[in-house]
């Protein structure tokens, strides 16, 4: 009737239109959840400069509908205990991509070089003329092998005449500067671009691309490692997120289900882990395919070639 208010159709429920399970999670980010680190992105045709970023993280954990016994998802401890190892890990290093398709990656660890410093020999030889000679001195260009390492050294052969028909001859061995004290990483580029860093001042990462996407996926792993899966997994944890943070209002995101214990927990180690599958074998992450022209009007250089070179 005109002028009578009809009250709108109760609502039925409909099997596909069940509302979301209850479910508890937890969010944990603090300022100790931090590492600086410097980097570079590399891929065909493009390369950054060489620069840093004050990274930051955070972890969110996603429960079931009920809480464990302890009235907790999980202890806000255990978490920030496991986040801020990881991060310390990383303070303070040059990330480098190991699984890179574009840079060329030589590593020289320490080794214990043979050195000798001074070795002296007497013989006695008379000269073909009967008299005193004078001072001889060679340089020779040697390769010393160590264990672990290669290491190119120069050897300086000085022969001195002590009296008639006696010499006394003199090796020294000097270590050349470029087999750096602890080891060595040299990174050459597509644009023929050469880094050399000191071993102890990079983080060797298996992933492709030093980026925020790359990153978050190799903490999530290490988190997980330090969290254990399995406990997470009787604590009922169905999915953890972790967000990398380069800048403010500038992150990303990885987000993935609590794998099967039973497999590999890799990305705990830069050498990857045994077992059926490693969920956090980052280089399968990344697509194959051709990178696709960028739209946006962007001033980075990858971008400008990609919009004149496609191919």
């Known amino acids: 009737m005109e002028g009578v208010d009809v009250p709108p159709p109760p609502i039925t429920s409909s099997s596909s239109h069940h509302p979301p399970p209850p479910r508890f999670e937890i969010y944990v980010s603090r300022d100790t959840f931090k590492f600086n680190a410097s980097h570079f992105v590399a891929y065909r045709g493009f390369r950054e400069r060489l620069h840093g970023h004050n990274y930051r993280a955070s972890v969110r954990l996603v429960g079931s509908g009920n809480v464990g016994g302890d009235g907790y998802v999980l202890d806000f401890g255990c978490v920030k205990e496991a986040v801020k190892d990881v991060c310390g890990d990383m303070n303070e290093h040059f990330i480098v991509p190991m699984l890179s398709d574009v840079l060329g990656i030589d590593v020289v660890e320490e080794g214990e070089a043979e050195e000798v410093e001074e070795e002296v020999e007497e013989v006695d030889e008379e000269d073909d003329d009967g008299t005193e000679a004078g001072n001889i001195t060679t340089q020779t260009k040697t390769t010393t092998i160590t264990t672990t390492t290669t290491t190119t050294a120069t050897t300086a052969t000085t022969t001195t005449t002590t009296g008639r028909g006696k010499k006394r001859r003199a090796l020294c061995h000097r270590q050349s500067p470029t087999s750096m004290k602890g080891g060595t990483v040299t990174i050459i580029c597509e644009d023929g671009s050469r880094f050399v860093f000191p071993r102890q001042d990079c983080l060797l990462l298996p992933i492709m ?103």
Not at 276 to 305: L, Q
């Open 209 to 311: 691309h030093s980026t925020a996407e790359e990153l978050a996926i190799y903490l999530y792993g290490k988190i997980l490692s330090r969290l254990n899966a399995n406990y997470l997994i009787e604590r009922g944890v169905t999915s953890m997120e972790v967000t990398i943070s380069e800048a403010v209002g500038q992150e990303a995101v990885f987000r993935r289900a609590i794998p099967n214990a039973r497999n590999s927990v890799g990305g705990g180690n830069e050498a990857g882990g045994e077992g059926e599958e490693d969920p956090f074998d980052v280089a399968s992450y990344v697509s194959r395919g051709r990178i696709p022209v960028m739209p946006c009007k962007t001033d980075t250089e990858g971008a400008r070639r990609l919009r004149t070179d496609p191919s």
